[in-house]
């Protein structure tokens, strides 16, 4: 059975870098069907597409975090992660890692996700 | 890209019926057959329910089902029970690689 497990710190400075790891495990991230991808949901609020990786390296990122935004994948440790620097208060939420399945063009497994509070 | 428009809420009471609609552009949902919904539950992660606008993923219930019309998908949940009470995001994709939520719906079993 496919889990995927966020792990990072919990508090963030304002200006500083978010990072997160995803471990997947029951699956190998090289895998040629799927992508990897980050989703973050402020507390009280809707989803929000943050990025996808492939395993060749290919990123795609939602426009608008775009240039704050780097999504990498360690396949030695199976796992892939995520930055976002230049975090404001607006940039809390819980963040979700998940497997994007090409053949269903959705997220099919998602991790418990990790809640990510930015204050000084 | 706008994020998709959904009711912010919607209800049924048990056995009913309920649908949920999803209105985006002629770039993502009017443009492809991508759309997909989640359920989330208070606390939980989102659980993928419908995919390519109207499949089933194993062990999602038949009484969920998708439709897509012009720019607008819809999701349905019939028979209502009260385990089907949570949060509905609808997703598309929107070209080049990019994937959107719509606004999210709270459906409530009366």
């Known amino acids: 059975q496919l889990q995927l497990q966020e792990s990072g710190p919990g508090l963030v400075k304002p200006s500083e870098t978010l990072s997160l790891a995803c471990s997947v495990s029951g699956d190998s991230i090289s895998s040629n069907l799927y992508y990897w991808g980050w989703v973050r949901q402020p507390p009280g609020k809707g989803l929000e597409w943050i990025g996808t990786i492939y395993n060749s390296g290919s990123t795609y990122y939602n426009p608008p975090l775009k240039s704050r935004v780097t999504i990498y994948v360690d396949t030695s440790k199976n796992q892939f992660s995520l930055r976002l620097s230049s975090v404001t208060a607006a940039d809390t939420a819980i963040y979700y890692c998940a497997r994007l399945s090409m053949r269903k063009s959705a997220l099919d497994y998602w991790g418990q996700g990790t809640l990510v509070t930015v204050s000084s | 890209q706008s994020a998709l428009t959904q009711p912010p809420s919607a209800s049924g009471s048990p056995g009913q019926s309920v649908t949920i609609s999803c209105t985006g552009t002629s770039s993502d949902v009017g443009d492809y057959n991508y759309v997909s919904w989640y359920q989330q539950h208070p606390g939980k992660a989102p659980k993928l329910v419908i995919y390519e606008v109207s499949k089933r993923p194993s062990g999602v219930p038949d009484r969920f089902s998708g439709s897509k019309s012009g720019n607008t998908a819809s999701l349905t949940v019939s028979g209502l029970q009260a385990e089907d009470e949570a949060d509905y995001y609808c997703?598309?994709?929107?070209?080049?690689?990019?994937?959107?939520f719509g606004t999210g719906t709270k459906v409530t079993v009366l």
């Open positions: 997703s598309s994709y929107a070209g080049r690689n990019n994937y959107v």
